[in-house]
């Protein structure tokens, strides 16, 4: 298996909502990405967990709140957001040694109405 | 700080041209590592290459090939015989050794139509 899977693939929420965008792999890479994309900009970088520890954090606002369970998940959950939080949500994994590539999944399209 | 340039916001070319890529970097790292990226309308990302920067020979993989200039500081991604297919963005990256080894760091993106 070497693919990187994201549920759902599109989500419409209200500014009250919570909901939880998820993410596995099972290629056996303990790093694990966040990262979000607005139209016709490159990914920008949200979160990293490696070997299941929160290692960076992009100075995200904490109505994103990422939880990694095991190795293979990795889910972001989501809280009083607001409309300019609209974008694609994509999740990579890595081996987690310096200088691998990521393999990213589909992504989440997010709209909050 | 390390930054990734890619000048060319977009190009569209006719199918069966060759079109080449820019991608320009910088970095204080001595070792670092510079990758591409093809992003087709369905969002998902697709590794295309890595390259180390010890490694400066050009690669060649079917219509793509990849120029690798470390006194240019410059990547350059070059597809030849273009196919409608190939219509993507394509993201040049950078990632370090020393600082920020964790993170990625994207160009801008360039947007390729292959105009049948």
């Known amino acids: 298996d070497t693919e990187v899977t994201q549920t759902p693939k599109h989500l419409v929420m209200g500014m009250t909502n919570k909901k939880s965008l998820k993410c596995e792999q099972h290629m056996g890479h303990r790093a694990m990405y966040w990262y979000k994309q607005k139209a016709k900009k490159p990914p920008e970088l949200m979160f990293v967990y490696s070997y299941e520890k929160l290692s960076i954090n992009e100075s995200v606002p904490s109505r994103f709140s990422p939880e990694c369970p095991n190795s293979s998940l990795l889910n972001l959950h989501l809280h009083a957001l607001q409309p300019e939080d609209s974008a694609l949500y994509l999740c990579?994994?890595?081996?987690?040694?310096?200088?691998?590539?990521?393999?990213f999944g589909p992504g989440t399209r997010l709209t909050v109405l | 700080a390390q930054k990734v340039t890619q000048a060319q916001t977009e190009i569209s070319v006719v199918e069966k041209e060759d079109v080449t890529l820019d991608c320009v970097y910088e970095t204080r790292d001595t070792t670092y590592y510079l990758f591409w990226y093809k992003q087709p309308p369905s969002g998902e990302l697709v590794f295309l290459i890595r390259r180390n920067s010890f490694d400066e020979q050009n690669e060649i993989s079917g219509r793509y090939s990849w120029n690798f200039q470390k006194s240019t500081s410059s990547f350059n991604f070059t597809i030849t015989a273009s196919q409608v297919v190939d219509s993507a963005v394509y993201f040049c990256a950078l990632s370090g050794t020393l600082q920020g080894a964790q993170k990625l760091v994207f160009g801008q993106g360039t947007r390729l139509t292959i105009n049948p």
């Open positions: 990579a994994s890595s081996q987690g040694r310096v200088g691998t590539s990521r393999s």
